[in-house]
């Protein structure tokens, strides 16, 4: 007894390790009949590992995969109402075009004339009818991954799982086959999840995006939600260009960033509150310098991106990107204005790095598995086993190219990009993130050596 507004499928606090590592961290996601959902994320976010548990490929570690209302976990993948379509199209190079399309017919014994209809219908649907006795060695990668598509769809899965179908494809074909897939999806009628890292991608063909990091779902919208009203700035910063700033809420509907006051229309935050200012590009208002200026800068940069001009203005020493159909050429003295809507403030994370830390003695401190030199702490009001919280800025941590500099080690994992410095993660190798502020530039997968210095620890009992 399905209705149309049922789940097909249900993720329900599913997890996945491999031995000591959190590929999927606590997982729900619900996805309905018919829906074209994306899953995305930057590389080794846990995309594959989830649509391959969904597929059968592997199982969970914890939780539960229904899909149409029945427990999957222990049924196989030929068993499950599910197609795969994966990157490398994976047919078989020894046959042709009609027989790779009905391999999986002729294991069930279809009776030739239907299994004839079927693989035209699949052709027809995929835009290659006339194709059938090409040997797949001729056909051009978009070609070919059609062909796949072809025979995933004719056996008539109730879900299509796509895993980053169009990344081996050169642009222009990508763009022609997102507009095919997304034809194909409205007229098959039948549920879409596909796995892109492609932000632009997920934007133009999805119903409703799922955007994952480290494991984790960080927010699931549809696009105009996920582009407009980022939850977080890893979102702002994933989906489309943006401004990202530390700001200061000073009361409701009163935002303080780049050393000016803003109206704003966000409340509830709290008075003096840090926060993340997010403004797109293309919400900020740009000309010649004037009154009406809420920021006064100087144009850095000016190129054109095919549509309009996307500039870098400095603003006191914050640099701001801006989008505008009128070029205004570097050096320009410029106004910027920005509308009280086109300001989203979000709550931070954290605003310093907190450890569970356990002193040692009253000058020394164990977090992040290294000992630390700490400023004199009182040890009779520490408890018996030592245990406290230790709190470090992110802008004393230091961060040295050298790894054995550092007191430990660990890898440069996502760069945020402030308007006036970097916001760094960096995954030490005690698995533990250390956040670091800096104006020093530094490549994602970076290896660092991290010196957090005495004066910098503050010891909470
Ligand atoms: N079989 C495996 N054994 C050990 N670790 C694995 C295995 N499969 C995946 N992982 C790890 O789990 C994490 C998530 O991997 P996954 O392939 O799901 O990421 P992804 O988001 O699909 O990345 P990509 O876009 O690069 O394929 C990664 O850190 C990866 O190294």
Redesign the pocket.
């Known amino acids: 007894m399905q209705n149309e507004n049922m789940s097909i499928i249900e993720v329900k606090d599913v997890s996945k390790f491999?031995?000591e590592?959190t590929?999927l961290d606590h997982i729900n996601l619900s996805v309905k009949k018919g829906e074209f959902v994306t899953i995305l994320?930057?590389?080794?976010?846990?995309?594959?590992?989830?649509l391959r548990l969904i597929a059968g490929f592997q199982t969970a570690s914890e939780g539960e995969i229904r899909i149409s209302g029945k427990e999957i976990t222990q049924t196989p993948p030929h068993k499950r109402p599910v197609n795969t379509v994966f990157q490398k199209y994976a047919l078989f190079p020894h046959l042709n075009v009609y027989d790779n399309i009905a391999f999986g017919l002729k294991l069930k014994k279809m009776p030739k004339a239907e299994m004839e209809k079927k693989v035209k219908a699949a052709l027809k649907m995929v835009g290659m009818t006339d194709y059938e006795y090409r040997d797949v060695n001729s056909l051009s990668g978009g070609q070919q991954q059609r062909v796949a598509i072809a025979r995933a769809i004719v056996n008539e899965p109730e879900v299509l799982l796509l895993d980053?179908p169009l990344a081996a494809l050169d642009l222009k074909m990508r763009k022609d086959m997102q507009m095919e897939l997304k034809e194909m999806h409205r007229r098959l009628g039948i549920t879409f999840i596909y796995?892109t890292?492609d932000q632009e991608e997920a934007l133009t063909l999805s119903d409703t995006i799922v955007v994952?990091s480290e494991?984790k779902i960080q927010q699931i919208g549809t696009p105009t939600d996920i582009y407009n009203e980022p939850i977080n700035s890893f979102v702002a910063d994933f989906i489309g260009e943006s401004n990202i700033l530390n700001g200061t809420m000073v009361k409701d509907c009163r935002v303080r960033f780049c050393n000016h006051e803003f109206e704003c229309v966000d409340k509830g935050f709290g008075e003096n509150m840090p926060v993340d200012v997010v403004i797109r590009p293309e919400d900020l208002y740009i000309f010649p310098v004037s009154d009406m200026a809420q920021l006064r800068g100087v144009v850095q940069s000016c190129i054109f991106k095919g549509v309009h001009y996307e500039m870098v203005v400095l603003c006191g020493d914050y640099e701001m990107v801006v989008q505008d159909y009128h070029a205004f050429e570097a050096g320009t003295e410029v106004g910027l204005l920005i509308k009280p809507f086109d300001i989203h403030i979000m709550k931070k994370e954290r605003t310093c790095n907190t450890f569970e830390a356990r002193m040692i003695d009253e000058t020394h401190v164990e977090f992040l598995g290294c000992e630390f030199e700490c400023p004199t702490v009182d040890m009779s009001r520490v408890q018996e086993n030592g245990a406290v919280k230790v709190e470090v800025d992110f802008d004393q941590v230091v961060l040295q190219d050298n790894e054995e500099d550092g007191m430990l080690t660990g890898e440069v994992k996502f760069i945020l990009y402030k308007g006036n410095h970097y916001h760094l993660t960096v995954f030490s190798d005690w698995d533990e993130n250390v956040f670091v502020d800096t104006n020093d530039v530094w490549d994602d997968g970076d290896r660092v050596g991290i010196t957090i210095p005495k004066e910098a620890i503050r010891v909470i009992i």
């Open positions: 491999f031995g590592k590929a994320g930057p590389s080794g976010c846990g995309k594959t590992t989830l980053e796995v890292h994952m494991g």
